[in-house]
């Protein structure tokens, strides 16, 4: 791990993520040496700054992939906002829940990453689950089979308090795609939009949403081609396309 806060395991946890999600070293150099000090403070007292510094760095490229995005440098943009996006979500989940800048933050997050895969025309679809009178949130990353054949999906949950969009910064679903897997990206309840946006809590009883997925069969399998059947389990749900 790279360690730039000897006494913040947590900091450098976050700062690693970022790293891992598409950041850019020379950024991330920039916000952690502003950073050094108010690590010293300790994982909570310093977590204000923390969001502070991360936020602005996000705040400055968003302003350079308006200025991209103007003079029609779409892929210049689309990278751009996607590290904007890294850097958001970073500053955001650090925050107690009762922070409030914190919603701000994470809207401008998936404003971000909206656009990052729109102007880069990237592999990744929104894609909203029937749950409970509303949705989960999740991104589908197609798999690339030039031979037609049928591809099987897997469905990632997150862990902790990560996000859809972590997941994908990560590239497992890219790296899936190129086998001929596709990926379906879940922020279920206790996480991401679930949580933030919609105020579903994490349950125990994990088979409860997970059962949501035999809902996206004319949501999504109908996009798909060919069409295909959903089977599932309790822990991870596979679409095989049939």
């Known amino acids: 791990m790279l360690e730039y806060f000897p006494t913040n395991y947590v900091w450098n946890l976050s700062t690693n993520i970022a790293l891992l999600m598409g950041g850019n070293i020379g950024e991330v150099d920039t916000i952690c040496r502003q950073l050094l000090d108010a690590s010293q403070a300790g994982d909570d007292s310093g977590t204000v700054s923390f969001f502070k510094t991360w ?4 705040d400055r ?3 350079l992939a308006e200025e991209d995005e103007t003079a029609g440098c779409k892929l210049s943009a689309s990278a751009k906002y996607g590290r904007a996006a890294t850097y958001y979500i970073t500053a955001e989940r650090m925050q107690n829940r009762h922070f409030e800048p914190r ?3 994470y809207r401008l997050m998936l404003e971000c990453f909206g656009k990052y ?14 749950y409970r009178g509303t949705h989960l949130a999740a991104l589908f990353e197609r798999a690339h089979r030039p031979d037609g054949r049928p591809a099987p999906c897997i469905a990632f949950f997150n862990g902790l308090d990560s996000t859809k969009e972590m997941i994908f910064g990560s590239d497992i679903g890219r790296e899936l795609a190129r086998r001929g897997i596709s990926t379906l990206m879940v922020d279920q309840p206790g996480a991401g939009e679930a949580l933030r946006l919609q105020d579903l809590q994490a349950i125990v009883e994990s088979e ?8 996206i069969s004319p949501a999504l399998l109908a996009r798909s081609s060919p069409p295909g059947l959903i089977s599932m389990s309790t822990e ?7």
């Open 103 to 105: 919603r701000h933050a």
């Open 236 to 242: 991870i749900a596979t679409i095989t396309m049939v």
């Open 61 to 63: 490229l968003v302003e």
């Open 55 to 58: 936020c602005e760095q996000a």
């Open 208 to 215: 409860q949403w997970a059962e949501a997925l035999s809902k």
């Open 117 to 130: 895969i729109a102007l880069g025309g990237l592999n990744c679809e929104r894609v909203e689950i029937p």
